[in-house]
C-alpha cells in the first residue's frame, strides 16, 4: 500500500523516505530558511523508535541505530554551517525581503534575541532544542560575523547533544515499552514538541509581562 509523504508527520516521513527521508528533513531544517516549519525534534524521537524493537509495529519499517546515530548529527552538522556560510556572504538580503506567508521578520529578531542573551556560544548549542531558532540563528551568527570556527565548533557540539540525545531517547522508549508503545507515542511526542516550544512562550510570556510593566510606569 502507498503511504502519502506528509512532510509535518514523522511516521510519515519515515515510512515514505526512510533513512534518507530523515537526514535530508534533519538538514534542511537546520540549513535552508523554508525548513523552518519541519518536526525536527519529533522526527529524531520517532526516527529513535524506528531503530528499536518494536519499530516495525510502529513506523512499518527498521530504521538502523548506527546509520542514524552517524547521519543524523552530519546533517545537523552540515545544515547549520550552510546557514552560517549563508548569512555570512548574502544574510542582509535574505533578512531583508518582504514578509510572506513563510518568511517573517520575528523569526529572525526571535534568532537575534537568543544570540544576544545568551553570548555566540551557548545560543548556537541552545538553538538546536528550539524549533524555528535553530533554523534562523545560524545565518544570524554568519550576518553578526560569528568567526567560522568558533561556529564550527559549537555548532558540533549542539549538533551531537540534539539529534544523539532525542535518538537515544526514542530509542529507548521503543526498547522499554515493547509491546505497547503504540498507546504511548502521540503522548510522547506531544510532550517532545512541548518542551521544544517551552523556552519560546516563556519569552513570549517575559515580553507581554515587561511590555504590561512599561505601561503602567507608562514608559
Not at 534568532?111 to 556560544?121: C, I, N, Q
Not at 535553530?134 to 560575523?145: D, I, M, Q, S
Request: aromatic share 10%; glycine share 10%.
Amino acid at each position: 500500500m502507498d503511504i502519502a509523504l506528509n512532510l509535518l508527520d514523522p511516521k510519515s516521513i519515515i515510512a515514505t523516505a526512510g533513512l534518507i527521508g530523515v537526514l535530508a528533513i534533519i538538514f534542511a531544517e537546520t540549513g535552508l530558511l523554508i525548513g523552518f516549519f519541519l518536526p525536527g525534534d519529533s522526527l529524531l524521537f520517532v526516527a529513535g523508535i524506528a531503530a528499536s524493537g518494536t519499530a516495525t509495529a510502529v513506523v512499518g519499517t527498521q530504521l538502523s541505530l548506527p546509520a542514524l546515530l552517524i547521519g543524523a548529527p552530519l546533517c545537523a552538522i552540515a545544515g547549520a554551517q550552510l546557514g552560517h556560510w549563508l548569512g555570512a556572504k548574502v544574510g542582509p538580503h535574505l533578512f531583508n525581503k518582504p514578509e510572506s506567508r513563510f518568511f517573517k521578520r520575528e523569526y529572525v529578531e526571535r534568532a537575534e534575541h537568543y544570540f544576544e542573551k545568551f553570548g555566540p556560544a551557548k545560543a548556537v548549542v541552545l538553538a538546536r532544542f528550539i524549533p524555528v531558532v535553530r533554523t534562523f540563528l545560524n545565518p544570524v551568527a554568519g550576518v553578526l560575523e560569528m568567526p567560522a570556527r568558533r561556529f564550527f565548533l559549537w555548532n558540533v557540539i549542539g549538533g551531537l547533544v540534539w539529534t544523539e540525545g532525542i535518538i537515544l531517547l526514542g530509542y529507548s522508549l521503543g526498547d522499554s515499552l515493547a509491546g505497547s508503545i503504540d498507546k504511548y507515542l502521540l503522548p510522547a511526542v506531544a510532550l517532545i514538541i512541548l518542551i521544544s516550544f517551552a523556552p519560546v512562550l516563556i519569552e513570549v510570556a517575559r515580553a507581554r509581562q515587561e511590555k504590561k510593566k512599561r505601561q503602567r510606569i507608562g514608559v
